[in-house]
């Protein structure tokens, strides 16, 4: 870690104040957090305070298509046990919004910040990681991502020869391809559930052979590394065979896998895979996914799920039927304005639950549910939707903006 002198010349601190500044204004105006119109105006008075901010700390980048922010606050969890943490928690994970998080604290030793796949490179070349964790690529905002090869490939060049301590999941073929360019990656057996954006090699185009739990392109010869890390059940086991209990407050196998990523990540900074899967018990709700609120005397589950992969894992943690489940997808800038991936989703799980259909986009989705043979009616609104369901627990699944707007109706 560098030394504790003020990294930050004049034009800098000019920088953080104006943007501060700004964020509250946008924060008393209504406007939500500011955390990246802030951040916007600090790098455009200094382009170069991301760098100057981070110069401090042992950072740590978290970049995937799903589970970035749940991820990004588990390990900083772990890391508290070694220092003070800054971190942008609230999941604005582009230069801006990681620059205002990073503006917020001057005590921190390590920063934990999730970032958007597309930025990787860029924030990396910026903040000198000493850790970067890949957990998955997968389909997600068509119109503005591209195609997830693409994305591997944009990491694989923009992390060639990097310095930090790659940690990887090896059960994603371009997670793999786009870490392979690193010297130093330590592999962690993370599982993958949806598999239908890897079944061609990234590196040649072949067909991937995928026996059990394995993978190999049989015309090249990629394969999947041999993990030191592992999530095997309940238990993380570690480069030395230990297996050590995961005891979570967030539902479902994806999170237990997060939490296998996030101790090798945390060993990588000298806490142990005790310590640090004692402290991500601590974790109830992140930004308000997977936290049970009442309204109109139900219980509702708020579940995110953006893309395919996210649809996937959501549905393998909800109550049985006949518990109802509202659905809610919107189309906006944030979500992506292409609706295409709806077609990816095996909506079949869903057979035997009472379906609600609200958002932008609902008809979009009553098409795909109808052509999926579901039962299901569209509403206006949430209220409309809760009111059609009885007393009891009820699971809300929804997309990205879809989700901001079901927190404020609820007043979560």
Not at 184 to 204: L, T
Not at 275 to 301: I, K, S
Request: with cysteine.
């Amino acid at each position: 870690m560098a030394g504790n002198s003020d990294p930050l010349t004049p034009r800098a601190k000019i920088a953080v104040t104006a943007g501060k500044a700004v964020a509250a204004a946008s924060r008393a105006a209504g406007r939500g957090s500011g955390s990246v119109i802030g951040g916007r105006v600090a790098l455009k008075l200094d382009p170069d305070l991301l760098a100057r901010l981070a110069q401090n700390l042992d950072v740590v980048l978290v970049s995937a298509t799903n589970g970035k922010t749940t991820t990004t606050r588990l390990i900083a969890e772990a890391l508290r046990a070694a220092g003070p943490v800054v971190s942008n928690a609230l999941g604005a994970n582009m230069p801006a919004g990681i620059t205002s998080a990073l503006a917020g604290s001057s005590e921190a030793r390590y920063g934990v910040i999730e970032v958007d796949e597309k930025y990787l490179a860029g924030v990396a070349r910026d903040t000198d990681p000493k850790c970067i964790a890949l957990l998955n690529l997968s389909r997600d905002q068509l119109d503005r991502a591209a195609e997830t090869r693409m994305l591997a490939e944009n990491w694989r060049e923009g992390l060639a020869g990097c310095k930090a301590v790659i940690v990887a999941n090896a059960d994603d073929p371009l997670v793999v391809w786009a870490a392979s360019s690193s010297p130093n990656v330590v592999w962690v057996a993370a599982g993958q559930m949806w598999k239908d954006d890897a079944w061609s090699c990234p590196s040649c185009g072949g067909v991937m052979q995928r026996p059990g739990d394995d993978w190999f392109c049989g015309e090249c010869g990629f394969r999947r590394p041999t993990p030191s890390w592992a999530l095997s059940g309940d238990h993380v086991l570690d480069p030395h065979g230990s297996a050590w209990p995961i005891h979570l407050q967030l539902p479902g196998r994806a999170n237990k896998a997060n939490a296998a990523s996030s101790a090798a990540v945390a060993a990588v900074f000298g806490v142990p895979p005790q310590v640090a899967l004692e402290r991500m018990y601590q974790v109830q709700a992140v930004a308000g996914r997977y936290d049970v609120v009442q309204f109109q005397q139900r219980d509702l589950r708020l579940l995110l799920a953006k893309n395919p992969a996210g649809w996937l894992e959501t549905f393998s943690l909800i109550d049985p039927p006949p518990t109802p489940v509202i659905l809610s997808v919107n189309a906006r800038g944030a979500d992506g304005t292409d609706t295409s991936w709806l077609w990816d989703v095996d909506y079949t799980r869903l057979t035997g639950h009472p379906i609600c259909v609200i958002g932008d986009r609902k008809l979009d989705l009553a098409v795909r549910l109808e052509v999926a043979n579901q039962h299901f009616q569209v509403c206006e609104n949430l209220d409309q939707a809760v009111q059609l369901c009885p007393p009891g627990r009820i699971e809300v699944i929804a997309n990205y903006t879809a989700f901001q707007d079901l927190r404020r109706r609820v007043g979560n």
